[in-house]
């Protein structure tokens, strides 16, 4: 399945696999506000990565839901490691969207202040938080679209969407040839 899109001079794309193995510059957490590692996404991370991840989320002690901290990658295959808390869903009504696009702006800002031409998200809040899928497509996929018309600068070239399994995949793909029109 083929998930490519661009938008001013960066690459927007899907990959269906396996985040912690995924090679690119900064990976994206799905964290909790602990930064202390979980279930799902963050602890797999956590486990991949080695025990320095978590020695320097210790350091930073907190981080707040929609917003974004970065560490060590460890033993990912990435220089860097960007922990952005997406919110928990509530039904729709407490401000889900306005948080999870937060957590993808800050995390994509965050990148670009690093200087990190690629950046992969999984699917922020989609696993154990319950967001569902189709509305966490339309809400990332619009704050990347958001976050690149504003960007001043143009260090990012390539944000890729790592999704776990093929519902997740074409979910995102529907809402990525939807925003994104070919030209």
């Known amino acids: ?16 696999g396996d985040i912690t193995r995924f090679v690119c510059d ?3 957490n799905a964290a909790n506000e602990s930064l202390l590692g979980g279930g799902g996404v963050d602890g ?11 020695e320097e989320c210790r350091r930073i002690g907190h981080c707040p839901t929609g917003k974004a901290v970065a560490t060590t990658a460890g ?3 990435a220089q860097h490691l960007i922990h ?12 889900e969207d306005a948080l999870l696009k ?3 702006h800050e995390s994509l800002s965050l990148a670009a202040s ?11 809040s989609t696993g154990v938080y319950g967001y569902p899928l189709a509305k966490a497509a339309k809400a990332s996929l619009e704050a990347v679209k958001h976050y690149l018309d504003l960007a001043p600068e143009k260090s990012l070239r390539r944000i890729t969407f790592v999704l776990f399994d093929g519902e997740a995949y074409r979910s995102f793909q529907a809402t ?3 925003l994104f029109p070919e030209d």
């Open 1 to 16: 399945m083929l998930g490519i899109r661009h938008h001013r001079q960066t690459a927007i794309d899907l990959y269906q």
């Open 26 to 28: 900064a990976i994206v």
């Open 44 to 54: 797999a991370i956590h486990r991949a990565g080695g025990p320095e991840i978590l």
């Open 75 to 77: 033993s990912l295959p």
């Open 84 to 95: 952005t808390v997406g919110p928990i869903w509530r039904g729709g009504d407490a401000g």
């Open 102 to 104: 937060s957590a993808i």
């Open 114 to 124: 690093l200087k990190l031409p690629h950046v992969a998200f999984p699917g922020i």
């Open 176 to 178: 990525l040839f939807a």
